[in-house]
T-cell receptor, first 114, second 111 residues
Framework: DGGITQSPKYLFRKEGQNVTLSCEQNLNHDAMYWYRQDPGQGLRLIYY???????QKGDIAEGYSVSREKKESFPLTVTSAQKNPTAFYLCASSRMAGAYNEQFFGPGTRLTVL | QKEVEQDPGPLSVPEGAIVSLNCTYS??????FMWYRQYSRKGPELLMY????GNKEDGRFTAQVDKSSKYISLFIRDSQPSDSATYLC???????????FGGGTRLMVKP
């Protein structure tokens, strides 16, 4: 059963802590993405990766970091430098990067900073 | 001003109604246009994909692009309660670019 999995579904963090959100895909896609969704804001791109061991900043990368050591995995770390981290985080993948390639989304992780 | 604007709604309609969802945009270079559907607490899924201007139909769904007005629409015929979701438009300048999303319109179809 192919798809994208994200874990955990809900995550609570104290201020000042770093947390890592997991994203795994078994679609054999080269490109992976992280988005942040806030009410009324739509999806904003945090980071994307077109190939293993390479990634690029999106529109709102400050306070976040990523790694792409394996094709299947693209974890996102929300650092304490992110001023307002409470949001819904979505991971996506596509066969290749770019608008021409359909992006498949995971179920999301809701992060709440206490 | 946001690059892509959508009325957040909620838009409430009775079952069987024709629904019109719209996006306006400011970047005249956009030429790839998509509509995503997102159910509550889920990730978005691609509904329709159009390139440049014109119409595209898929079952009960029709996507329209009017580049001269910088305006795109998604029409849903014979709306069903299962269509209740948030609809996001997304667009891009060219095939290699990342997508720019609208804020989404929440639709509620009442039985």
């Amino acid at each position: 059963d192919g798809g994208i999995t994200q874990s955990p579904k809900y995550l609570f963090r104290k201020e000042g802590q770093n947390v890592t959100l997991s994203c795994e895909q078994n679609l054999n896609h080269d490109a992976m993405y992280w988005y942040r969704q806030d009410p009324g804001q739509g999806l904003r791109l945090i980071y994307y990766s077109q190939i293993v061991n390479d990634f690029q900043k999106g529109d709102i990368a400050e306070g976040y970091s990523v790694s792409r050591e394996k094709k299947e995995s693209f974890p996102l770390t929300v650092t304490s430098a992110q001023k307002n981290p409470t949001a819904f985080y979505l991971c996506a993948s596509s066969r290749m990067a770019g608008a021409y390639n359909e992006q498949f989304f995971g179920p999301g992780t809701r992060l709440t900073v206490l | 001003q946001k690059e892509v604007e959508q009325d957040p709604g909620p838009l409430s309609v009775p079952e069987g109604a024709i629904v019109s969802l719209n996006c306006t945009y400011s970047n005249s270079a956009f030429q790839y246009f998509m509509w995503y559907r997102q159910y509550s607490r889920k990730g978005p899924e691609l509904l329709m994909y159009t390139y440049s201007s014109g119409n595209k139909e898929d079952g009960r769904f029709t996507a329209q692009v009017d580049k001269s007005s910088k305006y795109i629409s998604l029409f849903i015929r014979d709306s069903q309660p299962s269509d209740s979701a948030t609809y996001l438009c997304a667009m891009s300048e060219n095939a290699g670019n990342m997508l720019t999303f609208g804020g989404g319109t929440r639709l509620m179809v009442k039985p």
